[in-house]
């Protein structure tokens, strides 16, 4: 079907909420249809939102053809490009890149894009006209949308009219076999310039100081600065704080941020994007859960996603709208991220348990539109005045604080008429109004008594502390928490699935806190215990206070109970507070709960008593094997002193939430820079010869016995980049059909179970990976001994291991030997391909522009050396060997003292928090991902008892790497110093290949050892070009004079408003970017020629110095992506009119053209379909990027990809292509 | 062409059918014994006690399975789509008795 849509980029004032935000300068798409009427209707309302003042959000099905006739209105060229769609690159493309001719509109111009669409999902559309990331820029402004594609056969209808619906967030799609669903568009987005009503940068009521950036959905956002404000000035709520209450429908009415409707049981689809331009966002829907790809049936189970700038997911709720236990009311959407949440990044999914024909009225008497009930559900029931429905049954008053629930609260009350019409047949405290626990047939009941205290907690050796540290502890154990007999931990709670989980929760909180250099004085006076995964009902037992629900949480000094079901789902679910959590979560107000699998019992690891808590655990079951459990719980934000009692890391002014403070994980941090010894060499920081274990947590366990990290965020706002060295899980838990990784990325609420063997006896380093995270001490180790130890029980269902024959090693302040012999686990006969590979100092150009690293270092093999230092400009090492193949790599070091960019030791470009004396080690290593290898002789590192694997110049360090598998894309880097190495370039690729493949010179067709673009011939595979991009950043330019180069600050192409200088970026957003030691910084291109619309085109500028790739229609190539740099922003990869199955070992996996999160250590193999060109083949420029316009593409983090149309001289065809 | 006809017109079993028809007999003798089945389909393992087998369906007293909601109910399996099974025999491993209120 072909289907056509007019559309028209016009600029626009944007108004994001009812305190009259707004955005002056606006931009958006909108159908030509509606761009009268939406002019006409802001013009009429200049200080309140309108509603078609919305993302564009159009739709059509798998199979048609779209026609967009776009229409430019903005004074400069713009254009529509579309994500996943199939087009031809040379008129549809919405950008003008390398050498197509421009598919831009000019001002007042129209164009027609031509687009097919093939896979079901969201086909995010965005300008690149303008790719300026200031305050000027199109994106920021508004200018995205979304073309949603629905399974073939359907159509939609309005939500309210039941009409039909040509454009709009919100549509109900039917089919005429599958269930009709309720379609919601929630689309973030951040940094929109913003003034407030006055037409003055909003401010912050409680500091006085400008408020957060904004952080946005849909166009609207609902801070809490604007809502606390009616509460200072007594207009409501007067005895209330703000924190607690600013979700509280009773007291402010619902929010101009997006409230979703439906009935309870609607299955629904969430459309979640991210087309915001900088941050990578934390996306958590209360009550519900989702398989992370709606195409498989296996896979994880989600209730929190991550979603990178210019990516999407798809979120189906297992169950429909209330879930499995039907619950029905307000549940919450939100960014967890809780600066972004403060700032109004939250809309409410209102399920209704009665029928709404538009007769309704909500409590505050706002008349209740009409819903229209989806055509193959049953009705919902109409409301009655004994049954009124959801919410118009709870005591409330209006203009206070929401009414606790019934029941839950021990001293509180008892339910009123209309709450006991409402309520379950049986309603008992923690379950009112659904029943989880009803679920099962007379489950097991687990009940925990859980208190929230405040207590010191001090960080490390060094005596870093949080004063104020709040953390939940079982009642048992409160006493020798606080006397110091039990060390703080977060607290981690054992179950199995199949449980009925009652926590007694007890807030022993005092009512007033801080007054001190990060907070000012808060009246936290009232907490709660609100958790993820599990099933509840969501009046009574969320915890929190949202919409028109209850607040279902405790003063201080009082107890109430929560219900919960544990069903099968084996996540550790997250739990905190969530009245406070703004102010007080990164003291510590996180845990866990975990569910094991139905019949376990889970034993003290040293003692092998039953527990039912614990950070580490020993589970055993009678079927399946028995496994050692460790949660890693990260967080940063944290509010430490040291132990003079000076503030770590303050923010400028009190309760500011500009990236206060450092990091913990599980309350501990073990910085680098105290563990530096005598010889003050960066290489044996991870030694424990050296300065002993860290005091982070280590996971004991036997060689051989299975393990499983739950890995789970706590606080506050940022990324972070889990790895594990030497050891890999499968990527989506319960799946085996999935790729390998030994990296996630996660940010706060995300929960992940990482399951795997450890294969053999050694110290394995897991790190949060991103320079800042492990420079301030987010590091520890999983030991697993080769003999008994009488503090850990072996697994029951396994061999006892060997009794003890020799002493555990000691620390000794001595750097270790060298491993004597250095095998590897491969088969003695496996083919063996050696490297000889030598570290060196040598200058790296990384643009045509002039822009170098004068004091490079790189990898690079020892025959090639000669050639670099002769004037070559070094690519980074990228190698390969086959599945089947040993690697042996002979590593050497030549470097040099004097020839580091900061000799005194403090690296102070790009910064990291906590600058401390860490001189430049002269050792290298070379640390490789995924492989199979003994982490006592080739990890790559010298970490925890295990022996010296760095070299001193002049030595050489062997490594055996066994190839057991064709994983695709490694990463490498060094470990010897990940503060004065990295950013100068000690990092490549490893690239573990199909047996028998052999690399080819993709223009010579000859045989290559090294190289980021070869052809790949495989006797049973086509021919494949591989391309390899190594993502960067962190880099330390100079440009053509030798200044040093700021970015991203010196690369905004808009420049940068000198009120906003200060804060603008981070200390990680720090340090140029882009891919394989090059960069094509768009400022260079402005400068030269300013117009905008031309920055991508090779025919003004010639081709851009990152890598060319080019091919014919139809080769195929397969992507492979790394990123084994160093700072925390998550980047987002793209490449225009292609798409890859999500998980390259999964043909039924979600169809995409992005890959987001990526963060240190994230590795990524991308088979595009089709081949060069996509399904038609079409030649031309197709852009490879990253999604990040704040501070990604114009620094340079771009390339191409050519599609030839006709045979090229100096490019060899493909075998596949010969006729014969 | 003719000789291949009679071959297969041969009313002698397969072994294909042997092979089925030796597993149903397992079944059979081992009526009212305590059974372990794992399939591959959902719910993926069952344990109860074996009461009869009907043509090439096991019926099985299902006390134990994934989820607590499939339990105490006779489920029919068909048990050519089993790939793991232990019918508990004297003198050897008991199957293990597994309960919630561990």
Request: proline share 8%; with cysteine.
């Amino acid at each position: 079907m072909k289907r056509h849509y007019h559309v028209v980029a016009i600029s626009i004032r944007i108004v994001l909420n009812n305190f009259g935000d707004y955005n002056r300068d606006g931009m958006m798409y909108v159908l030509k249809e509606n761009e009268q009427k939406v002019k006409e209707l802001v013009r009429k309302n200049p200080f309140s939102p309108v509603s078609l003042v919305e993302p564009l959000c159009i739709r059509a099905n798998v199979g048609d053809e779209v026609e967009v006739l776009f229409e430019n209105q903005i004074h400069y060229a713009t254009g529509m490009h579309f994500q996943e769609a199939d087009y031809n690159v040379l008129n549809s493309d919405g950008a003008n890149v390398g050498l197509n001719p421009s598919s831009l509109a000019e001002t007042g111009e129209k164009i027609l894009y031509t687009l097919k669409v093939n896979h079901e999902g969201v086909y995010m559309f965005s300008d690149l006209g303008d790719p300026d990331s200031s305050d000027e820029g199109t994106n920021i402004n508004g200018m995205f949308g979304c073309l949603f594609v629905e399974p073939r056969g359907s159509w939609w209808t309005d939500p309210v009219t039941g009409g039909p619906l040509n454009s709009g967030v919100y549509a109900d799609v039917h089919h005429p076999f599958l269930p009709s669903y309720r379609e919601y568009a929630f689309i973030f987005h951040d940094e929109m310039p913003t003034k407030d009503v006055t037409g003055n940068r909003p401010l912050n009521p409680e500091t006085n100081q400008e408020r957060e950036s904004t952080h946005a959905i849909n166009y609207r956002y609902e801070p809490m600065e604007n809502r606390a404000r009616l509460l200072e000035e007594g207009v409501v709520c007067p005895d209330c704080e703000g924190e607690e209450v600013h979700h509280d429908s009773w007291v402010f009415g619902d929010p101009a941020t997006p409230i979703l409707r439906g009935y309870r049981g609607d299955p629904v689809k969430f459309r979640l994007v991210n087309a915001g331009v900088k941050e990578t966002h934390a996306f958590h829907y209360h009550v519900h859960q989702w398989s992370k790809d709606p195409k498989n049936t296996e896979s994880e189970i989600l209730d929190a996603q991550a979603v990178s700038p210019q990516s999407w997911y798809t979120v189906q709720p297992h169950y429909g709208l209330g879930s499995l236990q039907g619950a029905f009311g307000d549940a919450i959407l939100h960014c967890h991220l809780y600066p972004h949440f403060g700032v109004g990044m939250w809309g409410l999914n209102r399920i209704f348990d009665t029928l709404q024909d538009g007769s309704q009225c909500y409590p505050n008497g706002e008349p209740i539109a009409q819903l229209q009930p989806l055509p193959d559900r049953p009705c919902p029931p109409m409301p009655t005045k004994e049954k009124p429905g959801f919410p118009n049954f709870i005591p409330g008053k209006l203009g206070c604080k929401a009414p606790r629930p019934p029941l839950g609260i021990v001293g509180g009350r008892d339910m009123t008429k209309l709450e006991k019409n409402a309520a379950i047949p049986n309603p008992r405290p923690g379950s009112v109004f659904a029943d989880a626990c009803a679920i099962a047939e007379n489950p097991v009941v687990q009940e925990f008594n859980v208190s929230l205290i405040q207590l010191p907690i001090v960080y490390n050796r060094q005596g870093w502390n949080d004063p104020i540290g709040r953390i939940y502890v079982l009642d048992e154990d409160r006493e020798d928490v606080l006397s110091g007999k039990k060390e703080p931990e977060p607290l981690v709670l054992h179950m199995t699935a199949n449980s009925c989980v009652r926590i007694n929760f007890t807030n022993c909180l005092p009512e007033v806190a801080a007054g001190n250099a990060f907070q000012l004085v808060t009246r936290a006076y009232e907490a709660s215990f609100h958790v993820h995964f599990v099933k509840f009902d969501v009046l009574a037992s969320d915890g929190s206070n949202v919409g028109w629900n209850y607040d279902s949480s405790v003063l201080s000094g009082e107890t109430i109970r929560y219900e919960y079901f544990a069903d099968v789902e084996l996540k550790a679910w997250f739990f905190h507070d969530h009245l406070f959590p703004g102010f007080h979560q990164q003291h510590g107000v996180f845990g866990t709960g975990v569910v094991h699998p139905r019949f376990s019992s889970f034993l003290d690891s040293k003692t092998g008593e039953e527990v039912d808590h614990g950070v580490q655990i020993t589970a055993v079951h009678p079927l399946i094997p028995d496994y050692r459990d460790m949660v890693l719980m990260v967080h940063d934000f944290a509010l430490l002193f040291d132990k003079d009692g000076c503030p770590l890391q303050p923010p400028e002014f009190p309760s500011s939430q500009d990236d206060p403070g450092l990091f913990g994980v599980n309350y501990k941090n073990e910085p680098l820079q105290f563990r530096l010894g005598k010889d003050k060499d960066p290489a044996y920081s991870f030694s424990s010869f050296v300065h002993g274990d860290p005091i982070t947590p280590i996971l004991h366990s036997y060689e051989g016995d299975p393990i499983r990290i739950r890995l789970l965020q706590g606080a506050q706002e940022e990324s972070h980049s889990f790895n594990v060295h030497g050891l890999r899980w499968k990527a989506e838990y319960p799946d085996s059909e999935t790729k390998l990784r030994d990296q996630q990325h996660i940010s706060i609420s995300e929960s992940f179970t990482l399951q795997m063997d450890v294969p053999r006896a050694g110290d394995y380093l897991w790190t949060f990976e991103t320079e800042e995270d492990l420079w301030n001490g987010l590091w520890g180790l999983i030991r697993a001994f080769d003999e008994e130890v009488d503090f850990l029980i072996p697994l029951p269902d396994r061999q006892c291991p060997p009794k003890r024959t020799k002493a555990l090693p000691e620390p000794t302040g001595k750097a270790p030997a060298k491993a004597e012999v250095v095998t590897s686990p491969g088969p003695v006969n496996a083919p063996v391909k050696s490297f000889n590979i030598v570290a060196f100092h040598t200058p790296i150009i990384y643009s045509n522009w002039g822009e170098r690293d004068p004091f490079g270092i790189v990898f690079a093999l020892e025959e090639d050396v000669e050639e670099i230092l002769n004037g070559k400009n070094p690519e980074p090492l990228i190698i390969r060997a086959n599945q089947g193949d040993v690697v042996e790599i002979n590593l050497t070091s030549r470097l040099e003292r004097g020839e580091f960019p900061y000799p005194d030791g403090i690296w102070k470009y790009p910064p990291v928090k906590e600058q401390a004396f860490y001189p430049p080690s002269l050792r290298i290593s070379l640390h490789a991902q995924l492989l199979d290898y003994d982490v006592k002789t080739s990890a790559g590192e010298t970490v925890g008892f295990n022996p010296d694997q760095t070299v001193a110049p002049g030595d050489v360090v062997t490594y055996k790497w066994y190839v057991d598998n064709p994983v695709g894309a490694c990463g490498l880097w060094d470990m010897a110093d990940i503060r004065n190495h990295r950013s100068l370039g000690t990092y490549g690729a490893f690239i573990a290949e199909p047996k028998g493949t052999v690399y080819l010179d993709p223009f010579s067709g000859e045989e290559v050892e090294t190289g980021a673009n070869v052809v790949l011939r495989n006797p049973f595979l086509l021919d494949t070009r591989e391309f390899v991009l190594v993502m960067y950043d962190g880099a330390r330019l100079v440009d053509r004079k030798g200044n040093l180069i700021i970015d991203p600050v010196d690369g905004i192409l808009g420049g940068v408003d000198p009120e906003d200088s200060d804060d603008l970026v981070d200390t990680y957003d720090n340090g140029s970017r882009g891919f394989n030691y090059r960069t094509e910084r768009l400022i260079n291109r402005l400068l030269k020629y300013p117009e905008l619309k031309d920055l991508f085109s090779s025919k003004v500028f010639g081709d851009p110095s990152t890598p060319l790739f080019e091919a014919y229609p139809g080769d195929p190539i397969t992507i492979r992506l790394v990123n084994p740099s160093e700072r925390r922003r998550s980047h987002t990869f793209h490449i225009h009119g292609h798409y890859w199955n999500n998980d390259d070992k999964d043909i039924s996996s979600e169809v995409r053209s992005i890959e987001g999160e990526i963060v240190t250590g994230h590795t990524v193999d991308l088979p595009l379909h089709y081949g060069a060109g996509s399904l038609y083949n079409y030649p031309g420029d197709y852009m490879y990027r990253s999604g990040n316009i704040r501070w990604d593409i114009e620094q340079g983090m771009w390339g191409i990809i050519r599609v030839h149309a006709s045979k090229e001289k100096h490019l060899l065809e493909l075998k596949n292509n010969n006729e014969d | 062409m003719s000789q291949e006809k009679a071959n297969t017109e041969w009313e002698y079993p397969t072994v294909n059918v042997l092979h089925d028809q030796a597993l149903v007999e397992e079944f059979i003798e081992g009526i009212g014994k305590n059974i372990f089945i794992m399939t591959p389909s959902f719910p993926y393992i069952f344990i109860g006690k074996l009461v009869e087998v009907i043509e090439d369906q096991a019926v099985v007293d299902v006390k134990v399975t994934t989820i607590s909601e499939l339990e105490n109910r006779q489920w029919y399996v068909h048990i050519h789509q089993i790939e793991v099974f232990y019918i508990q025999q004297k003198g050897q491993p008991r199957i293990p008795e597994l309960r919630d209120d561990y």
